[in-house]
Nanobody, 115 residues
């Protein structure tokens, strides 16, 4: 199991920005496709975006142009830069492998966007 620790969430007004971080044990960020997921209240966990082992990024339509995934291979860290935040972005955000298999989920980080 790979340990994943998310941080950086908080309360922000609509239109604001936040940068989330994910610290991963080992060198998984360098050699695996990784992703950010989110779980909104009352909804299932859903994919936000992916960064491949080659560094390419892909996003779901609802966050395209607003969210950016990056990584620091040396630190084995994953980042999610979120801008132009909307109330519907309110969720607990997680990082994990893509596609998701059986690795444990971290505690996530809560993002709350007020209108």
């Amino acid at each position: 199991q790979v340990q994943l620790v998310e941080s950086g969430g908080g309360l922000v007004q609509a239109g604001g920005s936040l940068r989330l971080s994910c610290a991963a044990s080992g060198s998984v960020v360098r050699i695996n496709d990784m992703a950010w997921y989110r779980q909104a209240p009352g909804k299932q966990r859903a994919l936000v975006g992916v960064i491949t082992s080659g560094g390419r990024t892909h996003y779901v339509d609802s966050v395209k142009g607003r969210f950016t995934i990056s990584r620091d291979v040396a630190k084995s860290a994953l980042y999610l830069q979120m801008s132009s935040l909307k109330p519907e972005d309110t969720a607990v955000y997680y990082c994990n492998f893509f596609p998701y298999g059986s690795n444990s989920w971290g505690q996530g980080t809560q993002v709350t966007v007020s209108s």
